[in-house]
């Protein structure tokens, strides 16, 4: 009923660039905060980069200057450019959104992609 689906992952060599897509689609009646998040190999889940509802935007230290989040609401789908890639970088990146679904006009729930890989090479 309710999905956020990913795309733009895959391999990239030091310095190259990637724009992740992620489209929220169900019977959604409003799109808060949407982010994305990454998971490297035995490392815990990060936030990358989120993006407010009027276009407010932070980011992870580490992606500062390198990454832009942004987002289409007419399309419901959020963007994360990133520029400048690291072997650090390296890893599967989670769409994140919180929803207020139609039949649950009164709260917000939070959802997640099945995420996209990204691998940098050196």
């Known amino acids: 009923q309710v999905q956020l689906v990913e795309s733009g992952g895959g391999l990239v060599q030091a310095g190259g660039s990637l724009r992740l897509s992620c489209a929220a689609s169900?019977?959604?009646?409003?799109?808060?905060?949407m982010g994305w998040y990454r998971q490297a190999p035995g490392k815990e889940r990060e936030l990358v980069a989120r993006i407010t509802s009027d276009g407010t935007t932070n980011y992870a230290d580490s992606v500062k200057g390198r990454f832009t989040i942004s987002r289409d609401n007419a399309k419901n789908t959020q963007y994360l450019q990133m520029n400048s890639l690291k072997p650090e970088d390296t890893a599967v990146y989670y769409c994140?959104?919180?929803?207020?679904?139609?039949?649950?006009?009164?709260?917000?729930?939070?959802?997640w992609g099945q995420g996209t890989q990204v691998t940098v090479s050196s």
């Open positions: 169900g019977s959604i009646f409003s799109i808060g905060t």
């Open positions: 994140n959104a919180n929803l207020l679904l139609v039949r649950n006009r009164g709260t917000y729930t939070s959802y």
